[in-house]
């Protein structure tokens, strides 16, 4: 399986169609979402483009390709209008044997890693993309943020297949 990860999109509609052109014409099979979909929080500005309402309705016509899970900026009124879950903390994916946890990083973050075994961690909510292993052999990935990138960072997202991680820009 091909995982396109993406994180803190924030109601950005024309990063969000790079990003969806980037899935159809690379093949990927699952778009996983860590998080802060529609709304750009109260420490962001309004990102150039925004348009939750047109986000809501290109993410539902992938809903069966979608594994989501909650953002600090995400609440119940959002998962009204998705057709996808997007609720939970965290979701653990396997492939191929290797177990992906998958957060936003609010809550599970490198100073508080998850309580289970995991082969890899993925996160967004820092908007710094990262890639490394960490001293317990644990692939971490911060998949960054394709709408208020930090730290002088480019707009980016992460593709994670056959047990490799690479770190896309927009």
């Known amino acids: 399986m091909k995982y396109l990860i993406v994180s803190d999109i924030h109601g950005c ?13 690379h093949g990927c099979d699952m778009l996983c979402i860590l998080g802060d979909i529609l709304n750009f929080g109260p420490r962001n500005g ?14 539902n016509a992938y809903a069966d390709k979608i594994v989501a899970i909650r953002g600090n900026c995400d609440s119940e009124v959002d998962q009204m209008l998705l057709k996808f879950p997007i609720m939970a903390d965290y979701a653990l994916l396997v492939d191929n044997g290797k177990r992906l946890f998958l957060t936003h990083g609010h809550i599970y973050n490198e100073q508080n890693m998850p309580p289970l075994a995991i082969d890899a961690f993925f996160y967004g909510h820092t908007h710094l993309k990262k890639v490394e292993t960490n001293a317990d052999g644990i692939l971490i990935c911060n998949t960054g943020s394709i709408t208020f990138p930090k730290g002088g960072n480019p707009k980016t997202f992460a593709i994670y297949e056959n047990g490799k991680v690479e770190i896309v820009e927009l």
């Open 13 to 25: 509609l024309p990063t969000l169609e790079k990003v969806l052109a980037y899935f159809e014409h």
């Open 46 to 59: 309004v990102p150039e483009g925004h348009n939750p309402p047109a986000i809501v309705e290109r993410l």
